[in-house]
Each structure stands twice: as structure tokens, then as C-alpha cells.
């Protein structure tokens, strides 16, 4: 299979693309330039220079079989509206163009769980969007552009909510380091402490970036059974902030071998419920993928990068 991937260098999209030249697909990625910190990547795909905010500038386009959507303006990105509208709703409106034009009938869009609005309690796979920021409400934009290229034909769509994403990055250059817990990481690496602006009772479910890459391209090899779809891609588990902070702590202390403070500045939330993301969609298609990974193992490799420029 021939797949095109949108921002296949950032931190989910290089290990979606590794994933599929692993299972020996032929991949291509669309990107604004080749960064050099990922060197095995580049040579091993057809680069396409583009900046989605664009229209593709070029008439003539090699075939393929699948766009994978993975390009997008994250949660920090997104403080800025203009940015966040231009590249997640008008960014994923030129793609799906893009795909009638170039005659791609498959596209599979990264959305994210933060659409619900919802960080506690049960959270139904097909309940409403309730958006409470700009990083959610144009991703629930460019999802309803994408369910409307759909319903005209232009092209076939699954569309993925991904809970909590964490792991380590496949290079420290791939700057995702807001995320819990790689944030925490990075903090008590280059300060040897872990600060909260919060108590750390907020329940997150984790789903680390190797299943959730495993879990797309099973998807990606089995389209017809999900086409249609809005599937929340979680880890099955609720842990809170806290936690995770402690978890780092412990793995810091016992890899460099000196105390790591954990500072909670906040009292607030004094409680919250557990979250529980039902995630079915997928294991009633029979494409679960167990995630093997671990929070612990996953800060350890975290720590590991970091390390790799000392």
C-alpha cells in the first residue's frame, strides 16, 4: 500500500511512518522541509514539500492509496486562534482538495479527545462535542469538513480522537516536551525538580505513541471495516497528574542518583472522578492492539533522550 503522510516528521507522524515502513508499505510525507535530525526517516520515503495552509501548488501527483492527516497546530500553538483556524480547519480543508485532485480515495484524520470537553467521569465513544478551547473546537471543524467531503464522495475518512499521548519523542529536536510526562521530564532534567500549578488530581488516560501508531496503521490495512468511523484511541486506564509526577520523580532519583523536589502549588482540584474513555469502536472491528507499553519504561526512554546531547 501506498500511503501519504501530513506532518510524518512531527512526534506521532514519525512513528506512524516508521510503523508503516516497518510492516513494508511505501511512504510518502508531506512536510514544509526535511529536518535533519531525523536522517534514516528522509531516506527512507518520498518527500513532497507543502505547507497545508496552502493549496497544493502543483497540478500532477503520484498515486496513493491512503493520506494518514497528522499535521496540526498542538495545544500550545493553538493560544493563537488565527494560527489554530489556519492550520487545523483551512490546513485539513486544502488536504481533503488535495485528495479529490490527486485522486486519493482514503484518508484517515488525527483528531483529538479534547473535542468532548469532558477530563472526567464516563466519556461515550459518540457523545457530543462540548469544546472548551480553540485547540478542541478546530479540530471539531476540520473533523465536520472531513465528515462533509465524505458524504459528497470525495473520499472515504476514519476519524481518531486520541486520549493522552505520551512517550519518548524519536528525537529531542521533535518538540512536543508540553506533554505530561515529558514535560515533567524535561524539567527535572535541566532543573532537578517537578513543578505542579495545580494539586495533580486531574485524571488522565494515557495511551503511549507506539500503540496509538500501531492501532492507525492497523487501521490503515483494514479500512473498509471502520470507514465512517469517529474512534476514540485511548489506553483503557485513568491515572492522575500526580501520579505520573511522583512516577517521574522516582525514575529521575533512580537514574541520576540525586533528589528531585516536587513542588504542588495549588490545592485545586481537591478531588476529581476517574475517567473512563470508552474506546470499543476498534475491538469490536478486531483490531485492538494491546498496548505493551509502560508509564515507567516510557519516562526511562524519555530520560534517555534527554540525555542523548550531553
Known sequence: MKVLVTGGFGYIGSYVVTE????????????????DHLEDICRSVAFHRWDIRDPWPEPAFPRYDLMIHAAAANDIDCADA???LDVNVRGTRNCLEFCRAADIPRLIYFSTFQVFGIGEGFVGEDDPALCRNDYGITHFFAEEYVRMFSRNGAVESVILRPTNVYGAPLHRDIDRWSLVPSCFCKEAFEQGSITLQSSGQQHRDFISVRALASRTVAIAENFKKLSGQTLTIGGGGSTTIIEVARLVQSVYERSFGKPCALQVRSDAPAESQSLIAEATKLEKAGLGVEDKSSLEAEIADIFTVLRGNE
Open 82 to 84: 488565527d494560527f489554530a
Open 20 to 35: 508503516l515502513l516497518g510492516r513494508g508499505h511505501e511512504v510518502g510525507v508531506v512536510s514544509r522541509g526535511k529536518p
